[in-house]
């Protein structure tokens, strides 16, 4: 099955620089890399996700990346803001039916004012 | 987006009792219900996923007579935790989806065993 693996665990940045997370995966049929935030005591929310058709996807100051043949997949948060710090979960898995998605051990942010 | 809610929020109970914990997919039919266990500072464990009408598919590790999920509808899937003991306190979350879409995700329970 598949296997997922998130670096790094936690990452402190000073408001307004960039925050790079990233992520590889076991399984070479997986096309699907979604991204979760999740706020303390909250759900996780889906904020990007990727297809594996493609390289990779930008909305606002979010962007994700995606190597297919390295099976690696970065998500990028430019011009951090306080409200950026959460917990970020990546995952991989099968668009299709979803039963075989797993997740990354997740990255805590925190963003210094 | 997709609302999926989840009941109770949170629960309490005594060593040895069973908890029941619901998930329902508020505004569309989810064929398919995911239901994840999540420690304190730490990622979301696939326990089962459970397609409606069929039984659901357990990971490695969990014991399918400790943790009984029913997917009865479109709209409602239930984990119920038998004989609860303490290393079961945990934040249970479950997810819904349908063909080809995301994983919409409630909001969690909180379980605490005494």
């Known amino acids: 099955g598949e296997n997922v693996e998130q670096h790094p665990s936690t990452l402190s940045v000073q408001e307004g620089d960039s925050a790079v997370i990233k992520c590889t995966y076991s399984?070479?049929?997986?096309?699907?890399f979604p991204w979760y935030k999740q706020e303390l005591g909250k759900r996780p929310q889906l904020i990007i996700d990727?297809?594996?058709?493609?390289g990779e996807k930008k909305d606002q100051r979010i962007a994700v990346t995606l190597n297919k043949t390295a099976k690696h997949f970065s998500l990028h948060i430019t011009e951090t803001q306080p409200e950026d710090s959460a917990v970020y979960f990546c995952?991989?898995?099968?668009?299709?039916?979803?039963?075989?998605?797993?997740f990354g051990a997740g990255t805590r942010l925190t963003v210094k004012p | 987006g997709a609302v999926v809610s989840q009941h109770p929020s949170w629960v309490i109970c005594k060593s040895g009792t069973s908890v029941k914990i619901e998930c329902r997919s508020l505004?569309?039919?989810?064929?398919?219900m995911f239901w994840y266990r999540q420690f304190p500072k730490q990622s979301l464990m696939l326990m089962a996923t459970?397609?409606?009408?069929?039984?659901?598919?357990?990971e490695q590790g969990v014991e399918k007579d400790k943790f009984l999920i029913n997917h009865a509808s479109l709209t409602l899937s239930t984990l119920t935790v038998t004989s609860a003991h303490p290393e079961d306190s945990s934040f249970y979350i479950c997810?819904?989806?349908?063909?080809?879409?995301?994983?919409?995700f409630g909001p969690g329970t909180r379980l605490t065993v005494l």
């Open positions: 997810s819904a989806s349908w063909s080809g879409h995301e994983q919409f």
């Open positions: 459970s397609n409606e009408g069929s039984k659901a598919t357990y």
């Open positions: 995952a991989a898995g099968k668009r299709v039916n979803n039963n075989d998605m797993r």
């Open positions: 990727i297809r594996s058709n493609v």
């Open positions: 505004d569309f039919q989810a064929t398919t």
């Open positions: 399984d070479s049929a997986s096309n699907y």
